[in-house]
């Protein structure tokens, strides 16, 4: 079946560097993608749509030059933390629908974020 | 635009008792609807889903949920609960906009399991 992969599944870092995540679709096409954060005990948070040649959609209060998305392929979609903060540290969460009679949401495995 | 609502931010059963978790949406047009369990440090897995079929519907593990159009809400029962049913549990609606299907959370029930 469809599956969502996700990576890395871990990363540390520390502040003030970038961290890129990518979300894969790898067996079916996704025109769009979309990005979660997880706090700890906390629900997922919708950050932004990542839309296949175009630019991504945000969620109000998200901010777009600190979450660079970038869907340059069908398959792919990065995030990019620009400048992580300790504050960034969460779980990040990418999904993708499949198309046709039997649309379905798969998730990705969900990469963990930490700060230093 | 839509929205999800979960009641109640804990839920506590004995082993054997039933399940109930109740989950409220709103959505300006027909949605999609999940429940989602997470087990500590892992990812989401999907547990059932409504999608204008059958209003009752049956999921993975003895779940299943019952969509009340006319009164907005998708609760998730299970006869009889079990120790390893101790876990998050997320109710999702998605609907479809310009930019595909869009899916928001609710906030979540953790569901505890007493021996």
């Known amino acids: 079946g469809a599956v969502v992969s996700q990576h890395p599944s871990r990363v540390i870092c520390k502040s003030g560097t970038s961290v890129k995540i990518e979300c894969r679709s790898l067996?079916?096409?996704?025109?769009?993608m979309f990005w979660y954060r997880q706090f700890p005990k906390q629900s997922l948070m919708l950050m932004a749509t990542s839309n296949e040649g175009s630019k991504a959609t945000y969620e109000q209060g998200v901010e777009k030059d600190k979450f660079l998305i970038n869907h340059a392929s069908l398959t792919l979609s990065t995030l990019t933390v620009t400048s992580a903060h300790p504050e960034d540290s969460s779980f990040y969460i990418c999904s993708a629908w499949t198309s046709g009679d039997q649309e379905t949401q798969y998730f990705g495995p969900g990469t963990r974020l930490l700060v230093l | 635009a839509q929205s999800v609502t979960q009641l109640g931010s804990h839920v506590s059963v004995s082993e054997g008792a039933l399940v109930l978790l109740r989950c409220n949406y709103s959505?300006?047009?027909?949605?999609?609807l999940f429940w989602y369990v997470q087990y500590p440090n892992q990812g989401l897995q999907l547990l059932l889903k409504y999608t204008s079929a059958a209003t009752l519907v049956k999921g993975i593990n003895g779940f299943e949920a019952e969509f009340k159009k006319s009164e907005t809400s998708f609760h998730l029962t299970k006869p009889s609960a079990h120790m390893s049913d101790a876990a998050e549990y997320f109710c999702a609606v998605s609907a479809r906009n310009t930019g595909g299907f869009k899916t928001i959370f609710g906030a979540g029930t953790r569901l505890f399991v007493k021996a």
């Open positions: 959505s300006s047009v027909p949605p999609y």
């Open positions: 067996d079916f096409q996704a025109t769009t």
